[in-house]
T-cell receptor, first 117, second 116 residues
Framework: DTAVSQTPKYLVTQMGNDKSIKCEQNLGHDTMYWYKQDSKKFLKIMFSYNNKELIINETVPNRFSPKSPDKAHLNLHINSLELGDSAVYFC????????????????FGNGTRLTVT | AQKVTQAQTEISVVEKEDVTLDCVYETRDTTYYLFWYKQPPSGELVFLIRRNSFDEQNEISGRYSWNFQKSTSSFNFTITASQVVDSAVYFCALSATNTNAGKSTFGDGTTLTVKP
């Protein structure tokens, strides 16, 4: 009964390819996120969806496109992969910030290690 | 704007030593929440504790304790009698009610190595 699950765990691909990472949560949360962790372990938010609506879109190249078919799923599609996209991508979820749950901690998936060669 | 600073990039201690991880934050909001997360070598990110801006009581959970001081905008984390299993990257984070759509701002993390 994994709370936040993302697949695949590892993704090795060549420059120029398109790839997707899937994320699902069974916690009943309304808000989901994608974070990128670089080689120095810095965590940066990329996107946030609240009830399927995009609410945070940091300065991320438009080669990255999130999609939320329902509030339990948030997928990340990356076009034309570049070497600099190599990182660990974390999906996370929390209770709805817009209903006052700013105190809700993030529940993270186990991460997807993307390596672009 | 929100900011979280973890000035200690890396800390190395020997088992059984006490160690304190520093976290200093900036926010203009009067209502905010502070968090600590742990990332062990296996890579997952685990929530440890949350503290709101109106509650300055220190908290102790086993060997872990947290000291929140609004006067110095700090939320420090102390591990008493450290163990090898405490080796991890520790992140401090801040989220506020009125800014950033509830987005958590993370510090850059402190890598703690506990040697046997």
């Amino acid at each position: 009964d994994t709370a936040v699950s993302q697949t695949p765990k590892y993704l090795v691909t060549q420059m120029g390819n398109d790839k997707s990472i899937k994320c699902e949560q069974n916690l009943g949360h309304d808000t989901m996120y994608w974070y990128k962790q670089d080689s120095k372990k810095f965590l940066k938010i990329m996107f946030s969806y609240n009830n399927k609506e995009l609410i945070i879109n940091e300065t991320v190249p438009n080669r990255f496109s999130p999609k939320s078919p329902d509030k339990a799923h948030l997928n990340l599609h990356i076009n034309s992969l570049e070497l600099g996209d190599s990182a660990v991508y974390f999906c996370a979820s929390s209770r709805a910030w817009d209903r006052g749950y700013v105190d809700s901690p993030l529940h993270f998936g186990n991460g997807t290690r993307l390596t672009v060669t | 704007a929100q900011k979280v600073t973890q000035a200690q990039t890396e800390i190395s201690v020997v088992e059984k030593e006490d160690v304190t991880l520093d976290c200093v934050y900036e926010t203009r909001d009067t209502t905010y929440y502070l968090f600590w997360y742990k990332q062990p070598p296996s890579g997952e990110l685990v929530f440890l504790i949350r503290r709101n801006s109106f509650d300055e009581q220190n908290e102790i959970s086993g060997r872990y304790s947290w000291n929140f001081q609004k006067s110095t905008s700090s939320f420090n984390f102390t591990i008493t009698a450290s163990q090898v299993v405490d080796s991890a990257v520790y992140f401090c984070a801040l989220s506020a009610t009125n800014t950033n759509a509830g987005k958590s701002t993370f510090g850059d993390g402190t890598t703690l190595t506990v040697k046997p």
